[in-house]
């Protein structure tokens, strides 16, 4: 008989960690404009909530401290705390420091519970200088017309609790005790009956099985609401009835119909030491209690439906990674399978055959579609960490900056994602640091004091492109050159670009500040973000203007599992050009046709530089008699492929290379044909890039050679 | 002459399937049965639901038991449940 | 794609349980009989034709499909720095699990002639020679009389080294194609 306490605990760490971060949302925003009763409740729910949960696994430290926070978010709503910028930074620590309890739990370490005191006793002070209630009430919310709104709980309520809890309950790795505490943090347990009826005698009794059920009358300054969320977690399991206790008399008749054979005595004598005994059922008389409407809410079973931690998500379904991921590697087996019996199908000539394995393999790229979907996630998820970042970092930093997102919506693959926190968290860090200047610097720039740093995301021809832009001082051509002259990065007579220079600033070990700040100085370089984005088969360039500011721009592909490709033939050996890439195809005119590497050619006025693969790959065989160009397209430049035939559009499966081939260029992976053989998949812009510094090497080459043999050497 | 049982350490859903062996095989012996409740150090409802099932038993089976010595975790339990209604515990020690 | 543990560490107590006899593949390169310890080998197939990777140094002979994996294939030959292994009606492929970032990772290796496996004890392994032998001495384990003659065995990790090749393949290819215009220089 397994426990599922592990699993129960996990789910506690996940659903608590996604109120922290709600909660965090929210107090980022109000900081900026008032507050509204929504997100003060949404506060207050969150906090709360987590303490609920915190309590059933006796998690009693975490218990005390978010039971104080809960406090203060419950003056917050009644009216008679108003939410500052002090105010809203203590709440944003206090959530840091659960947060910090949590992770330590759920890591198993110590907690680290002294940092919690300072904040206690600032949550303290605050609520000290203000009694409750004392509220304008502007903040505070209005009628209980939803169930959700809770009654500012002013006077203390008696209820009847009826628990009969489920017979899995102790084997799901609860304990009616736990609960029964933690009624005990809410008010009082006044009267406590447990019925033990339906324990068993002799071998029928089980002892991982439950058979304790306890009627109990509870008084506390809460509402129904907060009654039922303590018990949230085995609502399902077992059967809780809660009701005002002066309703209770004309609730027995029902709880002792609906009770287990041979309780019902048990159950008469229970409530006998409660005080209670069923009374002759007739309209529920109006509550002594100053209660409001909620309450009628109450008098079902059925919980109120408003208490959802998380409103609109119940359209989504958690799913654990790993089993999409093998579910797109067989979709990924599928579309070679497909393709492998469409190209038998064409082989044998069969035309009604042809036609059904087409049938297949579109019905099967839209599975492929769908499911490389359900790994897309918004960057927005990432983008959102940022606000935080940079409010906090530039109050560290004395700066004033404000941040603008865009394009949070913009899709990507899930594993890119991941990968790509660290990577844009250094170039934002960066851009704070070393970017903008401080307000002093912008005044005498004629530059708003206030800087602004801009994240934005877009899909263009098949990628995922990412920008982090500011309006700072721009990066420092000269000093980056300086650097990297003064490393032996570069020759001190190179000619390199802008373009290349500002590249330099992610070689390892490379940084021009002046003083590097315990920011971006973490051990965490340039030269690591850049491999990272690599490592995502992605690129990153940098646009930047002196006085303007500076735009990093990451390039990423949309997904690294498949690949839309065109196939072409170059004498035996068979490539795939990543489609986005390739604008058109066109027949090589054969007054064109020649062997050496720096031909062009004249594209409807333009001017198209030319590859032949065969004599860049040295693939060593002879033209064939027709050849083909592809253009294809890298940035904003376009380029002509020489191949020999062009088999057409493929769809296939991405198979790395491995480690081995991990400094190869020109080729990004591999992929399995129809007919089983191996095709390899050009990498566009690498093989350009490629091409041209061979090109060029090549010309200093010559020139040096037609040196030499000048000067007769 | 009785038989002493001394319970200890943990006494919790953990330890249940384990102690509730124990237990029948103490009832098998059909000797007078005192169980010892005061080295327990931890104790949960599933614990309390062996010794509330071990006293009916007795009962049942004729075989006189007595529960004592509580310690704080067993008298803790017993006051916030109520369970006094359900448990015979006496003061002295075996 | 397979067992996971690269040298099979739980099986070894057991090939090994007479003490100090070891199996091994031995085949022919060359001219010469290697031979490799049988535990980290997969399969052995006959030569099909690879597809040619570019831009890479003549010891990785190209990339084959295996059932459904790419895998790539190398020339042992090139690799120990001879002349480069052509393929004949008796060439094999020998598929070898290597453990890289403790993955494990199928390389194919190119041999001239399949043997028979041999079970040679360690008292007939002497340690391989410090110079004078054909083969760099760090690529093998030690040398194993047999019968009458020496057969060199292969120490697969540095043979099959990652690090090793993966740094060889980021050497410009081209330092190869530059000669012929150094020929006439100094």
């Known amino acids: 008989m397994t426990l599922d306490m592990e699993l129960a605990l996990q789910t506690f760490f996940e659903e608590s960690n996604d109120l922290l971060g709600e909660m965090e949302q929210i107090l980022l925003e109000v900081e900026a404009e008032t507050t509204t009763p929504e997100q003060l409740n949404a506060l207050f729910r969150a906090m709360h909530t987590i303490k609920g949960s915190a309590g059933l696994f006796a998690l009693d430290d975490v218990v005390r401290f978010t039971h104080q926070v809960e406090n203060a978010l419950d003056r917050l709503r009644d009216g008679s705390l108003r939410l500052d910028e002090d105010l809203a930074g203590l709440l944003l620590r206090c959530h840091d420091h659960v947060k910090s309890l949590l992770d330590a739990l759920a890591a198993k370490d110590t907690l680290p519970i002294a940092a919690g005191l300072p904040l206690l006793a600032e949550l303290s002070a605050r609520l000290d200088a203000v009694a409750p209630g004392h509220g304008d009430g502007a903040a505070g919310p209005t009628v209980a017309s939803d169930a959700a709104a809770p009654a500012s709980g002013q006077t203390a309520s008696s209820w009847l609790l009826s628990l009969r809890f489920g017979p899995d309950l102790l084997r799901n790795g609860m304990d009616p005790a736990s609960f029964i505490r933690y009624l005990h943090t809410m008010g009082r347990v006044v009267a406590i009956a447990p019925v033990t009826a339906t324990l068993p005698a002799g071998a029928d009794f089980n002892p991982e099985t439950n058979y304790l059920r306890l009627e109990l009358v509870f008084e506390g300054t809460v509402d129904a609401g907060a009654l039922w969320d303590a018990f949230e977690f085995v609502r399902e399991d077992s059967r809780i009835h809660i009701c005002p206790l002066a309703e209770a008399p004309a609730q027995l008749a029902g709880l002792l119909a609906e009770a287990e054979p041979g309780e019902a005595e048990a159950l008469l004598a229970a409530w006998l030491r409660l005080g209670l005994s069923p009374q002759a059922a007739h309209a529920p008389e109006p509550a002594a209690a100053p209660v409001t409407a909620v309450h009628d809410a109450v008098k079902t079973a059925a919980p109120p439906e408003a208490r959802q931690p998380r409103p609109p998500e119940s359209k989504f379904i958690k799913v654990e990674a790993g089993k999409l991921d093998k579910l797109i590697n067989l979709i990924g087996e599928l579309v070679i399978a497909g393709a492998a019996a469409n190209l038998m199908a064409r082989r044998a000539d069969q035309t009604p055959l042809v036609e059904a394995t087409l049938t297949i393999s579109n019905l099967i790229e839209q599975i492929r579609a769908g499911t490389l979907s359900m790994r897309m996630i918004q960057i927005g998820e990432i983008f959102n960490r940022f606000p935080r970042v940079v409010r906090d970092v530039s109050h560290e930093l004395g700066k004033d900056i404000q941040l603008t997102i865009s394009g949070a919506d913009t899709e990507l693959d899930k594993s890119m994602v991941d990968k790509l926190g660290d990577p844009l968290m250094h170039i934002v860090r960066n851009a704070i640091d070393h970017g903008i200047e401080d307000s002093a610097q912008r005044r005498a720039a004629g530059k708003p004091d206030e800087g602004t740093i801009w994240l934005n995301a877009y899909h263009e021809s098949g990628s995922v492109v990412i920008e982090v832009a500011d309006d700072g001082a721009g990066l420092r051509r000269e000093r980056i050159l300086a650097k990297a002259i003064e490393r032996n990065l570069v020759a001190a007579d190179a000619a390199l670009s802008d373009q290349d220079i500002f590249k330099l600033i992610f070689e390892p070990g490379f940084s021009t500040a002046e003083h590097v700040t315990n920011l971006s100085g973490r051990g965490v370089g340039m030269d690591v973000v850049r491999k990272s984005i690599e490592q995502l088969r992605g690129s990153v360039e940098i646009d930047s203007e002196p006085q303007l500011g500076s735009t990093f721009r990451i390039r990423l592909p949309l997904t690294l599992a498949i690949i839309d490709g065109f196939l072409v033939q170059n004498g035996d050996a068979t490539f795939v050009v990543p489609l986005e890439a390739v604008i058109e195809c066109i027949e090589l005119p054969p007054a064109q046709r020649q062997d050496n590497g720096h031909d062009c050619l004249n594209l409807r006025g333009e001017i198209l530089p030319l590859l032949h693969l065969s004599t860049f790959f040295e693939l060593g065989a002879a033209p064939g008699k027709r050849q083909n160009v592809v253009v294809v397209r890298f940035g904003d430049s376009k380029a002509g492929l020489v191949v020999d035939e062009l088999l057409g559009e493929y769809q296939t499966v991405i198979k790395p290379l491995g480690s081995l081939f991990r400094h190869l260029k020109a080729i990004s992976g591999s992929t399995i044909l129809g007919t089983g053989e191996v095709a390899l998949i050009l990498d566009i812009p690498s093989l350009i890039h490629y091409a041209t510094r061979k090109e060029s090497e090549r010309y200093s080459l010559e020139s040096e050679w037609g040196k030499r043999s000048r000067s007769g050497g | ?94 | ?186």
């Open chain 2, 1 to 94: 002459m009785s038989h002493c049982l001394s319970l200890s350490g943990e006494a919790t859903i953990f330890q249940a399937a384990e102690l509730h062996h124990t237990l029948l095989d103490a009832l098998a012996q059909a000797q007078p049965l005192r169980v010892d409740l005061s080295a327990i150090t931890e104790f949960d409802c599933a614990a309390a639901q062996l010794l509330i099932w071990l006293q009916r038993e007795g009962r049942r089976l004729g075989v006189p038991l007595a529960l004592c010595a509580p310690g704080a975790p067993v008298r803790e339990l017993i006051a916030l449940l109520g369970l006094d209604t359900e448990l015979d515990v006496e003061e002295e020690r075996a």
């Open chain 3, 1 to 186: 794609m397979g067992a996971l543990n690269l040298r099979k560490r739980d099986h070894g107590p057991a090939v090994e349980a007479a003490p100090e006899i070891g199996q091994y593949l031995t085949f022919q390169l060359g001219g010469e009989t290697f031979a490799i310890g049988i535990l980290v080998i997969k399969e052995i197939l006959e030569y099909v034709p690879l597809t040619v990777v570019p831009l890479l140094p003549g010891f990785v002979r190209g990339v084959m499909n295996l059932r459904g994996a790419v895998v790539p294939v190398l020339d042992l030959s090139l690799r120990f720095a001879r002349d480069k292994t052509v393929v004949a009606h008796r060439t094999c492929i020998v598929i070898i699990e290597v453990s890289y970032n403790e993955q494990p990772h199928y390389l194919g290796v190119l041999v001239d002639t399949v043997h028979e496996v041999l079970a040679i004890p360690d008292s007939e392994i002497e340690p391989p020679p410090q110079f004078g032998s054909k083969v760099r001495a760090d690529f093998l384990d030690g040398m194993a009389k047999v019968e009458d003659h020496f057969v060199m065995l292969l120490n697969v990790d540095k043979v099959l080294s990652e690090d090793e090749m993966a740094l060889l393949t980021d050497m410009k290819p081209d330092a190869a194609a530059a000669p012929e215009m150094q020929l006439e220089t100094e």
